[in-house]
């Protein structure tokens, strides 16, 4: 019944927040049960493909990545087998994006986000000096740099990466303060590269921030468990 409900969305061309018909003319038109029906809904709704508002209707999801975002978290947390395998599969994600698209994303920062970003690396830097945690200024610096490149998809998958490494590392223990050093220095150089319109300086900029992390999480996976 789920495929049946997404083949009508798709075939009737709904779109992200256009309502369902009610459950007695979507049963109609699908032929299917009330009871039927009500548990499909329950396991879109869950996958974000529809959204039920209690006392308005049924929607169509605005698809985000919160199910996914989930259930990694939980195969990070669940599995000692796959945890660091986990952190690295995003993490190489995650470069792929900004590497990949480095000479995009600097062509299409303006003075606006440049000054944010100046912002949140300095704030980075306080974070740092006073021991503060680093994972509010970090996560708005990477939505932000996928922000220009208006691709949906891009931002909402950069943004739900960031979120399983930053639940499910603290759990592996990886917190190092040389790390977090490195880190918020490559944050101004990556700022500093934009700044300068340095496709190759920015792609190295990147590439010295993952660095540390995957040392770190390789140190950790060779430990005895």
């Not at 009330?34 to 698809?63: F, N, P, Q």
């Not at 943004?159 to 603290?170: E, G, L, M, R, S």
Request: hydrophobic share 45%; proline share 4%.
């Amino acid at each position: 019944m789920t495929e049946q409900i997404k083949r009508y969305i798709i075939e009737t061309g709904l779109q992200p927040g256009d309502p369902l018909p009610t459950e007695g003319e979507l049963g109609e038109a699908l032929n299917a049960s009330r009871s039927s029906l009500r548990e499909a809904i329950k396991t879109l709704a869950a996958l974000d493909i529809v959204e039920v508002r209690h006392g308005s209707g049924t929607y169509v999801g605005r698809l985000s990545l919160t199910s996914l975002v989930e259930s990694l978290t939980f195969r990070g947390l669940l599995s000692p087998a796959d945890d660091f395998r986990v952190l690295l599969d995003l993490l190489q994600v995650r470069q792929l994006f900004e590497q990949g698209m480095a000479a995009q994303i600097i062509e299409r920062l303006d003075a606006g986000r440049l000054a944010e970003l100046d912002r949140l690396a300095a704030d980075m830097q306080r974070c740092h000096d006073s021991g503060a945690s680093l994972v509010d200024s970090d996560r708005a610096f990477h939505r932000l740099l996928m922000e220009p490149l208006g691709n949906e998809l891009i931002s909402q998958l950069t943004a739900a990466f960031w979120d399983v490494y930053a639940i499910v590392a603290p759990h592996l223990g990886l917190a190092d303060r040389q790390e977090e050093t490195e880190t918020v220095a490559a944050h101004r150089a990556m700022v500093d590269a934009a700044h300068a319109r340095d496709v190759a300086g920015f792609v190295a900029a990147v590439d010295s921030h993952y660095a540390p992390v995957r040392r770190r999480i390789a140190a950790a996976a060779a430990q005895p468990r």
